[in-house]
C-alpha cells in the first residue's frame, strides 16, 4: 500500500534542536524551561493527534496544523475546570503545568514563531466570539486577550449577519485561503474559539521551472497517474535508513523548514506513520548531514477540512464534549457549557517558489552518524512531510498525501 504523507504543521508544538551549523541557524534567544516543557508537550500533541486523524481517514490526503489547534485549545481550557481542565491538559500533552506557565509560554512562543524569519511570511491570529445576551466570565476574556493576543467580541448570535462577520474574519486572516470555518449558527450556540494562520515561503533554494516535467506517480493501489515534477540538486540536510529517506528544505532565512520523509517502496505508509512518535522524530532530525541531494518533487495542491471531535476524544478529552460532565465554569457561571464541535480546515499549495499553506480551527461552545552518499530522493509514491520552525523545532503543520493535486 502507498501513500503520499504531508507533514505539515503549523502546530507550535515546539522540540528544541541542538544543531549549530552556523550564526544563521543560532536561535534567536534561549527559550526557559518552562517554553521548552510547553515545546515538547505540543510536538508530542501533535505527532498523536496525526497518528490519530491518520486513523481515521484511511487513504486520504491529510494536511494538518496541530499548532492551530492547540491555540484554539489552549485559550478554551482557560474556561474549563476541574476533571474537565485536567483531561484537556493530558491530552495537550500539559498536565503538570500551572495554567500561568501554559499561558506565558504560548504568548512569548507566538511572539517568536512570529518574528524569527523576515523572510516568511507567518501569520496568527485568535479571536473569541460571543453571544451578547449572556454574561461570561470576563477574567477569561483578560487572559485570553493577553496571553493570545485574542480579539474578544460580542455578537447577535441571532442576525445572520453574524455569522458573515465571524468567516471575514477568517477570510481575512487566512489571506483568502479558508473563507469560511463556520456553516452556521445555531440556537444553542454560545461563543466560538478560533485561530487563523496564514504561511508563505519561498525556497531557500528554488526550484527551476523549466525542469518540471510530466512524471508518474505511484497510489497506493499501485496504479499511476502523471503529476508535475520539479526537479533540483542541491546541498541539503538529508537522511536515510532502512525504512525511509528524508531531506529538509529549508524556506527564506533557513529558520523554516519543509521535512519530507519518504518511505521506501516496500515500506506500508500508515505502518511507517504509527512510528512517528516524539522519541523517534527527535532522533531522527539529529542524524541529517548535508549532501548534494538530487530531488524529484510534485507540485500540488490541497485543501482538507475535518471534524476533530472523534479524535480529541480518543486522544483523552471526551469529557469536555460530554454535556453533563464537561465543567467550563471558568468561562461562564451560570450556564453549563461543553464543547459541540472542534473544526479544522486548512490549505496548501508546493510549486517551484515555494509554499503557500493556511490553517483555522473552531471551537464551538454550546450549552449543557550519516557518510554522504550523494543521494537521489524521487518523491512518486506516498509520503509525509512536515512545516517546522527550525530554532524552537515547533511543527506548524504536518500532513499526509496520497495523490498530488495541480
Known amino acids: 500500500m502507498r501513500n503520499i504523507l504531508y507533514l505539515i504543521e503549523f502546530a507550535f508544538l515546539l522540540f528544541i534542536g541542538s544543531c549549530s551549523e552556523s550564526t544563521e541557524n543560532t536561535p534567536v534567544r534561549q527559550l526557559t524551561n518552562d517554553e521548552k516543557q510547553l515545546v515538547s508537550s505540543g510536538n508530542t500533541f501533535g505527532l498523536k493527534l496525526f497518528r490519530e486523524v491518520n486513523r481515521e481517514e484511511g487513504d486520504k490526503n491529510i494536511v494538518i496544523s496541530p499548532l492551530s ?10 474556561g474549563a ?3 474537565t481542565r485536567d483531561s484537556m491538559l493530558y491530552t495537550l500533552e500539559m498536565l503538570g503545568l500551572t495554567m500561568e506557565q501554559v499561558n506565558s509560554s504560548y504568548k512569548s512562543l507566538i511572539n517568536l514563531l ?5 523572510k516568511v511570511q507567518f501569520e496568527l491570529a485568535n479571536s473569541i466570539w460571543y453571544r451578547n445576551t449572556y454574561s461570561f466570565e470576563q477574567s477569561f476574556f483578560d487572559v485570553c486577550s493577553k496571553y493570545f493576543n485574542a480579539q474578544v467580541s ?25 473563507k469560511v470555518i463556520i456553516d452556521e449558527i445555531n440556537d444553542n450556540s ?28 505511484y497510489l497506493m493501489n499501485s496504479s499511476s497517474k502523471t503529476c508535475r515534477m520539479m526537479n533540483q540538486k542541491a546541498l541539503l540536510p538529508y537522511y536515510s535508513n532502512d525504512n525511509f529517506q528524508a531531506v529538509d528544505l529549508p524556506y527564506g532565512n533557513k529558520n523554516y523548514i519543509m521535512t519530507i520523509f519518504l518511505p521506501k517502496p516496500e515500506k506500508n505508509i500508515d505502518d511507517f506513520i504509527n ?29 482538507y477540512d475535518l471534524q476533530l471531535n472523534d479524535a480529541l476524544k480518543n486522544l483523552g478529552m471526551a469529557i469536555s464534549f460530554d454535556g453533563e460532565k464537561a465543567d467550563f465554569s471558568n468561562m461562564i457561571n ?44 524521487r518523491i512518486d509514491r506516498p509520503f509525509v512531510f512536515v512545516i517546522r520552525e527550525k530554532n524552537s523545532g515547533g511543527i506548524v503543520f504536518i500532513g499526509k498525501i496520497v495523490e498530488p493535486y495541480n
Open 275 to 303: 512510528e512517528i512518535n516524539d522519541a523517534n522524530y527527535n532522533l531522527w532530525l539529529l542524524n541529517f548531514f548535508n549532501d548534494s541531494v538530487n530531488i524529484y518533487m510534485p507540485k500540488y495542491k490541497i485543501e
Open 334 to 377: 451560570d450556564v453549563k457549557l461543553f464543547i459541540s464541535e472542534v473544526k479544522h480546515k486548512t490549505f496548501i499549495k508546493v510549486d517551484e517558489e515555494g509554499t503557500e499553506a493556511a490553517a483555522a480551527t473552531s471551537v464551538e461552545m454550546v450549552p449543557t552518524s550519516y557518510i554522504p552518499q550523494n543521494p537521489t530522493v
Open 69 to 78: 489547534v492547540s491555540m484554539a485549545l489552549g485559550m478554551t481550557v482557560n
Open 81 to 83: 475546570a476541574g476533571l
Open 154 to 178: 460580542g455578537l447577535n448570535f441571532n442576525d445572520p449577519a453574524s455569522l458573515d462577520i465571524i468567516n471575514n474574519w477568517v477570510n481575512t486572516n487566512t489571506r483568502g485561503k479558508i
Open 190 to 217: 454560545m461563543m466560538f474559539l478560533i485561530n487563523a494562520i496564514y504561511f508563505k515561503g519561498n525556497w531557500y533554494s528554488k526550484f527551476d521551472s523549466t525542469k518540471t516535467k510530466d512524471e508518474k506517480f
Open 114 to 118: 512570529l518574528n524569527i524569519d523576515n
